[in-house]
């Protein structure tokens, strides 16, 4: 079978897929392989828990960071959306939230 100049997404077949010893392709699906775009909101905040030093520590603060993440796929369908025709779903996305709350110490 020759698909030469096919389309799969963003991706083309330039020449036929039997040459080479390659009797079959298998389109495989990888999320961690597409292209994406992502964008993050931060906000943080810090706190001086120990000013000045004690005992043999120098400083102490107490931080809490927050994140929000979105992640755009370009090239990789939401097969999770049932009932279109393959190829047809549209692009997945996702978002994340991220808190963080640690304690440093400098000595």
């Known amino acids: 079978m020759d698909l030469t100049n ?20 298998w389109l495989a699906r990888h999320k961690e392989l597409s292209i994406f775009t992502s964008t993050d909101v931060r906000l943080q905040a810090s706190y001086d828990i120990i000013k000045g030093g004690w005992k043999f520590l120098d400083k102490g603060t107490l931080n809490i960071v927050y994140d929000h993440m ?18 047809t ?4 996305n996702f978002d994340a939230d991220v808190l963080q709350v640690f304690v440093s110490f400098w000595f």
């Open 6 to 25: 096919a389309h799969c997404g963003i991706f083309e077949v330039w020449g036929p897929i039997s040459q080479g010893g390659m009797s079959r392709v």
């Open 89 to 92: 779903e549209p692009l997945y």
């Open 70 to 87: 979105l992640f755009d796929y370009q090239n990789f369908r939401d097969l999770r959306v049932t009932g279109m025709t393959p190829g």
